[in-house]
């Protein structure tokens, strides 16, 4: 019993020590006492010193808001500090990028400040051309440094250039280099490429550098590029890529290689290209129309089938809905692509060979391919009808497209709702004069009918007779029988119906009288509205605006009540404007009825005012008329002129409208 209490009177102590109660034991003597109070007292010193610890911990601990910013703060650079290897430099590097890189600096202030941060980088070239930081201010380095510290940055990286292009960062800095290069180092680029394209081409970052290199190249480094893509010979042995050749079908006679071996290579190329997307770069582009000179009827449709829904995979929304699938993407991927709206068939317009590639897969394309290339397009129609080459692939869409609704609901609505700006602009007016007058050779160059007219030999109607430089037949050469041909297609509907539905029935040619009678003035006196003006007021090719005479007859109105107008200082007068005076007469040698209006309402009595500058084009534009109305009516009062030698009317054989 007596150890029993000893025990609980032990236990009681030690509650009362860790509570902080625990009272002073007198001291004994004793061995065994004295090492238990020993141990008892160790025990309690550590039960203190750790409550101390405690209470410092809670000291340390932040509070306030600032406090816990201050403390992540710190906490993230000793992270940082940790796993990067240079991040005092890179630290010391942001702040002298953020003073070469304002606007303001002077250029000497910048020199010094660039040369500064290339000696802090010396021999750390390659590290710091990873970092997403550090590899910005590199390349702002290599922009803005002296010729001599380029070329030092340059000969440190080449060895590492083709590594540094698939790297996520680095391949701006690439990109800079190859920008910045001499011819001697752009060559010396070009030949480490050599082995490379394809498997860079395959690879999404490393394409860019590839497909950017190809654009600055001459032609001989284009092709010497793009002979890597025919076949293995020839990307093995470098020799055979010097040869001259413009296309493939000369390559390969030159050479005297297997046509099935190179398609049979050129499709495996082109088909991990085309598995991994990086269809948007012009290299891809020249390679797969190369590849449709050689393919049969299959591998070219597989390759189209494959082509059209990378174009429109950039248009996930349309009319404001998500497609099906959206939910089903990881956060971070559909955030992205929400942002990336544009569709890729947009972003290939910016040359020739997108254009064709994109006129390939509307004509050969099936009618669901065809509806959903127009989709995609929503809300992009401008962007296309101002540019060099979306405006022809609008052209054609409007000129092949059977279903006129789709394209009505589409391309014409959004057309009408921007016609002033259009027909103005040297671009936007071609849609709108093609549904006028199709093709043009006036508004349309050789190129452009060619490309509108590309078909792939294979897929073609005629079964390749039709080459890529004819129209319809018709060799380039002759610019003047290219008008009034019909694109090449698939389309089973009447072209002057299909006219007439987008132009009339959707309203786009109310649409347009009005613009005109509105800005008629205008119109008349720049040199790419006249073109939009005169059309009409002639009512278009094969009368396609025939159920509008009447609103044809108030534009008459309103251009002869223009030209009517005395001379003022204030505007130059219509028919003194060199513009003005030329649409004028080729309107009046066109449309007989527009001739008989003008000339009783300005110019009768009135001609030997106007019969001699450019006004006499518009004088002299009555006697050259076809029509016999016309001439009588005038012939009276401009003889007399002619006779007098005030009046000159050119001969009908040389006269060009």
């Known amino acids: 019993m007596a150890g029993g209490g000893d025990l609980q009177s032990a236990k009681k102590r030690k509650r009362e020590h860790a509570e902080g109660k625990a009272k002073p034991r007198p001291h004994v003597k004793g061995g065994g006492d004295g090492a238990k109070r020993k141990k008892h007292s160790a025990a309690g010193g550590y039960a203190a010193d750790g409550g101390a610890g405690e209470a410092v911990a809670r000291k340390k601990t932040p509070v306030t808001p600032k406090e816990k910013r201050l403390a992540a703060k710190e906490m993230s650079e000793a992270r940082k500090m940790k796993r990067k290897q240079h991040y005092s430099l890179e630290k010391e590097l942001t702040k002298l990028w953020e003073k070469m890189r304002c606007h303001d600096v002077s250029k000497e202030e910048r020199s010094k400040v660039v040369s500064e941060a290339i000696k802090k980088m010396d021999g750390k070239y390659l590290d710091i051309a990873t970092s997403h930081i550090t590899a910005r201010v590199l390349q702002t ?228 391919d065809r509806k959903k290339i127009i989709k995609s397009l929503k809300g992009h129609i401008m962007k296309l009808a101002l540019s060099d080459f979306g405006c022809l692939f609008l052209i054609c869409i409007i000129s092949i497209v059977d279903d006129t609704k789709l394209v009505s609901k589409i391309v014409i609505q959004e057309l009408a709702k921007h016609i002033k700006q259009l027909i103005f602009d040297k671009n936007g007016r071609r849609p709108l004069l093609q549904l006028l007058h199709p093709l043009c050779s006036r508004y349309l160059s050789p190129d452009d009918l060619a490309c509108l007219n590309y078909n792939v030999p294979s897929l073609s109607p005629t079964e390749g007779d039709t080459s890529e430089n004819e129209v319809d037949g018709v060799p380039d050469e002759d610019p003047n029988g290219l008008e009034g041909m019909q694109i090449v297609s698939e389309s089973k509907k009447d072209p002057l119906q299909r006219r007439h539905e987008l132009l009339v029935k959707s309203k786009l040619a109310e649409a347009l009288i009005q613009s005109c009678l509105e800005n008629v003035g205008e119109l008349l006196r720049t040199n790419f509205g006249k073109e939009v003006l005169y059309e009409i007021a002639v009512g278009g090719k094969d009368n396609v605006l025939e159920g509008l005479t009447d609103r044809i007859h108030m534009l008459h109105d309103a251009i002869v009540s223009d030209a009517a107008q005395p001379k003022t200082e204030d505007i130059e007068h219509a028919f003194e404007n060199f513009f003005s005076s030329r649409v004028i007469r080729r309107m009046i040698i066109d449309c007989p009825a527009f001739a008989v209006i003008l000339w009783r309402k300005a110019l009768e009595g009135k001609c030997n005012i106007w019969a001699e500058g450019h006004s006499s084009k518009v004088v002299a534009g009555f006697l050259e008329s076809p029509s016999k109305e016309v001439k009588d009516l005038a012939k009276p009062e401009l003889q007399p002129l002619v006779d007098a030698g005030i009046l000159k009317v050119p001969d009908p054989k040389v006269v060009q409208k």
């Open 141 to 368: 380095c290599v922009k803005w440094c002296s010729q001599s510290e380029r070329d030092a940055i340059f000969n440190v990286l080449h060895p590492h250039l083709l590594d540094l292009s698939r790297k996520k960062y680095a391949v701006f800095l690439v990109k800079k280099l190859v920008e910045l290069a001499s011819k001697k180092q752009f060559a010396s680029f070009i030949s480490s490429l050599h082995g490379r394209v394809a498997k860079l081409l395959h690879h999404t970052i490393g394409a860019a550098v590839v497909d950017y290199a190809f654009q600055r190249g001459t032609k001989r480094q284009k092709r010497q590029l793009l002979l890597e893509l025919y076949s293995t010979e020839l990307q093995l042995f470098q020799d055979l890529t010097l040869q001259s050749s413009c296309c493939l079908i000369d390559t390969i006679s030159k050479l005297g290689l297997q046509i099935s071996s190179v398609l049979q290579y050129m499709t495996i190329v082109i088909h991990k290209i085309l598995e991994k997307g990086t269809v948007e770069y012009s290299i891809v582009h020249t390679a797969i129309l190369e590849y449709f000179t050689i393919a049969d009827k299959t591998s070219a449709s597989d390759v189209i089938c494959q082509l059209t829904p990378l174009l429109t995979q950039g248009a996930l929304i349309i009319d404001g809905d998500e497609p099906s699938n959206a939910l089903e993407l990881p956060k971070k991927t559909k955030a992205k692509k929400k942002r990336s709206k544009e569709p890729l068939i947009i972003r290939i317009m910016q040359t020739r060979e997108g254009l064709k590639l994109g006129i390939s897969c509307l004509k050969h394309g099936s009618a669901k």
